[in-house]
């Protein structure tokens, strides 16, 4: 049965005191895409790099490998959040986003810590971006390339606005990945997460294979040189939460997979080990989409920092539904 308790994450007009098992509303799921990736995220932060052997019980309120406070998040949500301003700021703009992404590793905005983890493809990124490289064209493109750090952010495209074809998604997610990311095996990766992603949100209950079928439906739209990739996607076996791109989609979508809550999906995220804040993040969001803002734990959603950053981004994005007039919209104004 659940409470009323979470009601404070949901937002104005939005808030209803009667959520005891009815399915989760478009506006839940939105709410808890992102909350669900933060709190992801915050989770793992303090099991980064321990093997499945040393993580040991997973509980909120541990400080661990960087030494945060708990319900701090890291690069994985600060990115994720920057990309959901630029695209409910400036709509799709992957110059803007770069702006963004180099204003948090510069400014330590989108985040209630100074920056403390960054991957290393990200970073070299973002230093060509401020030398000046073209955002589209800012990304490693070497097959060494593919790790998760593209994955990690790239929610904000599935969620932002309805209304989107496959066949945008799809562009727009391979896109967002190049800015850091722009070997096709993780723009691929991306594209099919976002696609996957928005299914959820629009309600989709039969889960089981859904990566193959989206991974199949892409292959129909996306440019011929993404799907070059499928079959190495679509058949990878490696399950370790580690940080190739691959290891952490499917480690990911196996711990969400498996669960029949929240909590579960992502405790089960970080006791793969290894990059746990980035498997718990990638899984939180799916799991926080599929169950709703309401199945988070209360005493996470509420331990976490950093609040006054996100109530207004997610303010935002609910308004930005509210007010769309797409017709696949289920929650605009009449
Ligand atoms: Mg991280």
Redesign the pocket.
């Known amino acids: 049965m659940r409470s009323t308790q979470a009601s404070w994450g949901r937002s104005r007009s939005y808030v209803s005191t009667e959520v005891a098992d009815q399915a989760p509303t478009v506006s839940d799921r939105l709410l808890g895409a992102v909350w669900g990736h933060l709190v992801g ?1 915050a989770l ?2 303090p099991y ?1 790099f321990r093997s499945p052997a040393d993580v040991g019980p997973v509980h909120w309120g541990a400080v661990g490998t960087h030494g945060q406070q708990p319900g701090t ?5 600060a990115l994720m959040l920057a990309l959901l301003d630029s695209l409910l700021t400036s709509g799709f703009d992957v110059e803007d986003q770069g702006r963004r992404a180099l204003a948090w590793y510069d400014g330590n905005v989108y985040s209630p810590a100074p920056v403390f ?3 290393i493809t990200t970073s070299r990124a973002l230093e060509r971006l401020r030398a000046g490289a073209t955002a589209a064209l800012a990304g490693g493109a070497a097959e060494s390339d593919n790790g998760n750090g593209s994955l ?1 952010r790239i929610l904000p495209v599935a969620i932002a606005e309805p209304g989107l074809s496959k066949r945008v998604l799809v562009e727009r997610a391979a896109l967002a990945s190049c800015l850091t990311h722009r070997h096709p095996r993780a723009q691929l990766t991306c594209a099919v997460y976002c696609v996957i992603a928005s299914q959820l949100l629009f309600g989709e209950q039969d889960i089981r294979d859904l990566p193959q079928r989206s991974i199949s439906d892409i292959a129909t739209v996306a440019a011929p040189e993404l799907t070059v990739e499928v079959a190495t996607l679509r058949d990878y076996q490696q399950r370790t939460g580690g940080g190739y791109v691959l290891d952490t989609f499917w480690s990911a979508w196996s711990a969400f997979e498996s669960a029949t809550s929240y909590r579960q999906a992502v405790e089960a995220a970080i006791r793969f080990g290894n ?1 746990t ?2 498997t718990a ?1 990638v899984a939180g969001g799916l799991a926080g989409l599929h169950w709703g803002v309401q199945s988070i734990p209360d005493e996470w959603l509420r331990g976490m920092r950093g609040r006054q950053i996100v109530q207004p981004l997610t303010d935002r994005l609910l308004d930005a539904w509210r007010t769309s007039p797409h017709p696949s919209n289920p929650i605009s104004a009449p």
């Not at 998040?73 to 949500?77: I, K, L, R, T, V």
């Open positions: 995220d793992g932060v980064e998040w890291s690069d994985d949500g983890d960054v991957g990690m990059d804040d980035t993040s």
